[in-house]
């Protein structure tokens, strides 16, 4: 097993807050439970008082075992959620009772790992933190830029340095190089990474490593792409359509209802009403959303498996991401009588689209497939998107 090992440098500092935590993770969401897990819970019976306090699920006996809560949806084994969307052993003071009766060990991977995400290569080992943690967004806040032990993503010279036969690995932290960079707006950050992303797609390499890193060409790039001509009304309207699109199924399931049903009423009546204002007031949590794309590249792109097709459609996925969070901060803004967007806003919208996105690489390609003309989009399409 390879001894290197990146990682964020706040990775060891993570500790869950458990009943402090204002976004928890043990609400509305799927939470899966691995095969080894079901097994084990086939033996371990259900904590007694469920029934006395109202978390014991339809049809289940008092003295059933763990493994009766699983359920299926969606092909994927889940604890099933009771009516109010909260699982069965939260407890009121937002801890979990498997842990309290059984220790961590109970836990199914998924509760025992979250938001922790680890990724084996055969040369390194990648260790990540997720964005649908509110505590997570905290420390993304909390700094200017994001540092990684193993990995340097702001030094040119490392990139024109590294091994060319590990193509994936060079083009991610080529994005996240690019994406990190604070003299230009996430917007053209993100833009400058596609187009160069979507050049290396169609080589098939990494060859031109020394343009896509060589000040004069990549100031050259941004400055046409800031030039384009742009309808930002024509743009907004788009992201309103992508953003009902997006959380159609869980409005359906009545999932995140609190946060989606003022956002989806406010997007069907929707207006493009104060945009410039919008801007300024955005632009306040530009190191926050550019340490978010930043740590969703590092997390995202590069999955044991992917090839280069595969990393242009989780890039996709992420500028759709990105673009749904602006949205929904957008009707947030519109919507606020003072006009106002906090802190504790714009952490809620990360973490919220991010669980509403967080799809595996499987249903990404089939979601970009049955919605555009084509999975891989073309430039335009990605500029109208963030325009
Ligand atoms: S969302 Fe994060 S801090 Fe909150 S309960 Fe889950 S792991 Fe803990």
């Given at each position: 097993?390879s001894?290197?090992?990146?990682?964020?440098?706040?990775?060891?500092?993570?500790?869950?807050?458990?009943?402090?935590?204002?976004?928890?993770?043990?609400q509305?969401?799927?939470?899966?439970?691995?095969?080894?897990?079901?097994?084990?819970?086939?033996?371990i019976?259900?904590?007694?008082?469920?029934?006395?306090?109202?978390?014991?699920?339809?049809?289940?006996?008092?003295?059933?075992?763990?493994?009766?809560?699983?359920?299926k949806?969606?092909?994927?084994?889940?604890?099933?959620?009771?009516?109010?969307?909260?699982c069965?052993?939260?407890?009121?003071?937002?801890?979990?009772?498997?842990?309290?009766?059984?220790?961590?060990?109970?836990?199914?991977?998924?509760?025992?790992e979250?938001?922790?995400?680890?990724?084996?290569f055969?040369?390194r080992?990648?260790?990540?933190?997720?964005?649908?943690?509110?505590e997570?967004?905290?420390?993304?806040?909390?700094?200017?830029?994001?540092?990684?032990?193993?990995?340097?993503?702001?030094d040119?010279?490392?990139?024109?340095?590294?091994?060319e036969?590990?193509?994936?690995k060079?083009?991610?932290?080529?994005?996240?190089?690019?994406?990190?960079?604070?003299?230009?707006?996430?917007?053209?950050n993100?833009?400058?990474?596609?187009?160069?992303?979507?050049?290396?797609?169609?080589?098939g390499?990494?060859?031109?490593?020394?343009?896509?890193?060589?000040?004069?060409?990549?100031?050259?790039?941004?400055?046409s792409?800031?030039?384009?001509?742009r309808?930002?009304?024509?743009?907004?309207?788009?992201?309103?359509?992508?953003?009902?699109?997006?959380?159609?199924?869980?409005?359906?399931?009545?999932?995140?209802?609190?946060?989606l049903?003022?956002?989806?009423?406010?997007?069907?009546?929707?207006?493009?009403?104060d945009?410039?204002?919008?801007?300024?007031?955005?632009?306040?949590?530009?190191?926050?959303?550019?340490?978010?794309?930043?740590?969703?590249?590092?997390?995202?792109?590069?999955?044991?498996?992917?090839?280069?097709?595969?990393?242009?459609?989780?890039?996709?996925?992420?500028?759709?991401?990105?673009?749904?969070?602006?949205?929904?901060?957008y009707?947030?803004?519109?919507?606020?009588?003072?006009?106002?967007?906090?802190?504790?806003?714009?952490?809620n919208?990360?973490?919220?689209?991010?669980?509403l996105t967080g799809?595996?690489?499987?249903?990404?390609?089939?979601?970009?497939t049955?919605?555009?003309?084509?999975?891989?989009?073309?430039?335009?399409?990605?500029?109208?998107?963030?325009?």
């Amino acid at each position: 097993m390879s001894t290197i090992e990146i990682k964020p440098d706040y990775y060891d500092d993570f500790h869950c807050i458990g009943g402090e935590c204002s976004f928890t993770c043990c609400q509305e969401w799927k939470i899966s439970v691995d095969r080894d897990t079901k097994k084990r819970w086939r033996s371990i019976t259900a904590p007694e008082d469920l029934k006395q306090n109202e978390r014991l699920p339809e049809g289940l006996s008092e003295h059933c075992s763990l493994n009766h809560f699983i359920k299926k949806v969606d092909d994927t084994d889940v604890i099933g959620l009771l009516p109010n969307m909260k699982c069965p052993f939260l407890e009121g003071d937002h801890l979990c009772r498997l842990v309290k009766d059984h220790g961590e060990e109970v836990l199914s991977v998924t509760c025992h790992e979250f938001p922790r995400e680890t990724h084996s290569f055969s040369d390194r080992t990648e260790r990540a933190l997720v964005s649908c943690c509110p505590e997570i967004v905290d420390c993304w806040n909390e700094r200017k830029e994001l540092g990684f032990t193993g990995l340097d993503i702001r030094d040119p010279e490392a990139l024109r340095n590294a091994p060319e036969n590990d193509t994936l690995k060079l083009t991610r932290d080529l994005m996240m190089f690019h994406l990190s960079d604070k003299s230009s707006d996430n917007r053209t950050n993100l833009l400058t990474a596609f187009f160069i992303l979507m050049d290396i797609y169609s080589k098939g390499s990494v060859d031109a490593i020394e343009d896509y890193t060589d000040p004069a060409s990549i100031r050259k790039l941004k400055d046409s792409i800031v030039n384009l001509e742009r309808d930002a009304e024509d743009s907004l309207t788009e992201r309103n359509e992508l953003f009902l699109d997006m959380t159609e199924n869980y409005a359906r399931e009545g999932r995140y209802t609190s946060f989606l049903k003022p956002l989806r009423d406010a997007a069907e009546n929707f207006n493009a009403n104060d945009l410039k204002e919008f801007q300024t007031v955005i632009s306040s949590y530009e190191t926050l959303l550019r340490n978010y794309l930043v740590s969703e590249t590092f997390s995202n792109l590069l999955i044991p498996g992917m090839d280069l097709r595969d990393m242009v459609l989780q890039f996709e996925w992420m500028m759709m991401e990105y673009a749904s969070i602006i949205h929904s901060l957008y009707l947030q803004w519109i919507s606020s009588s003072e006009h106002e967007l906090t802190y504790e806003t714009v952490r809620n919208m990360i973490v919220l689209i991010s669980r509403l996105t967080g799809y595996d690489a499987s249903d990404i390609e089939e979601y970009l497939t049955n919605s555009f003309e084509s999975a891989i989009w073309d430039f335009g399409y990605a500029d109208y998107l963030l325009g």
